[in-house]
């Protein structure tokens, strides 16, 4: 009595792994490449977004101690206020008491004046330094936020290719490629600096 057909399941399975190999491994290995892609794209965009980030920090440090070189020179100027006004005071007790007073009382004040006029210009000189380097470095960080986004993009787009890796879903694939698509035009876009 025979027990059944007898098929070759050896050959039956080795023609289905073929098949899965040809047609999945194709698939698969424009996947690899793919992200291998992606995932050279967002080494590129974190490296700026960490070199623009550093830089703005860089600016903005140097912006503060402009913004307190100025704070200096305006107590200074307050200083030489204050010198003038005792001058001034003298000059009214002398006058006061119905005497002249003496002439280095008006010189002193003079000077004094004089000097606050230079220390005035100083000190707008550093604000208006301090002003550039802390637009310089709001630019850069609004530069850092585009490269920043783009690595995000990246990583999800990496995720969604190993997701199609698995299950090979040639639509999650596409979708990956997009997002991908959408983090390189970002990262374009922040090298031109139109973020």
């Not at 007898?6 to 039956?12: A, N, R, S």
């Not at 004094?112 to 637009?135: C, P």
């Amino acid at each position: 009595m025979p027990e059944g057909p007898e098929v070759d399941t050896d050959k039956l399975h080795e023609a289905i792994q073929e098949e899965l190999e040809h047609d999945g491994g194709a698939f698969l290995k424009r996947i690899a490449l793919t992200t291998a892609l992606l995932a050279a794209c967002a080494a590129i965009a974190s490296l700026r977004a960490g070199a623009t980030v550093n830089e703005a920090l860089l600016l903005k440090t140097e912006s503060t101690r402009l913004q307190a070189e100025a704070s200096d020179q305006w107590t200074y100027y307050q200083a030489k206020g204050l010198k003038a006004a005792v001058q001034e005071a003298s000059i009214a007790s002398w006058l006061a008491i119905g005497k002249e007073p003496p002439a280095t009382y008006a010189n002193e004040q003079k000077r004094y004046k004089d000097d606050q006029i230079e220390i005035s210009k100083k000190a707008k000189e550093l604000e208006h330094a301090r002003d550039e380097k802390s637009k310089e470095a709001d630019h850069l960080l609004h530069e850092h936020h585009g490269f920043a986004n783009a690595v995000a993009l990246f990583q999800v787009s990496i995720a969604l290719g190993a997701i199609a890796a698995l299950t090979r879903n040639k639509l999650v694939w596409f979708g990956s490629m997009g997002v991908g698509l959408i983090g390189i035009a970002l990262v374009a876009k922040a090298f031109l600096g139109g973020i």
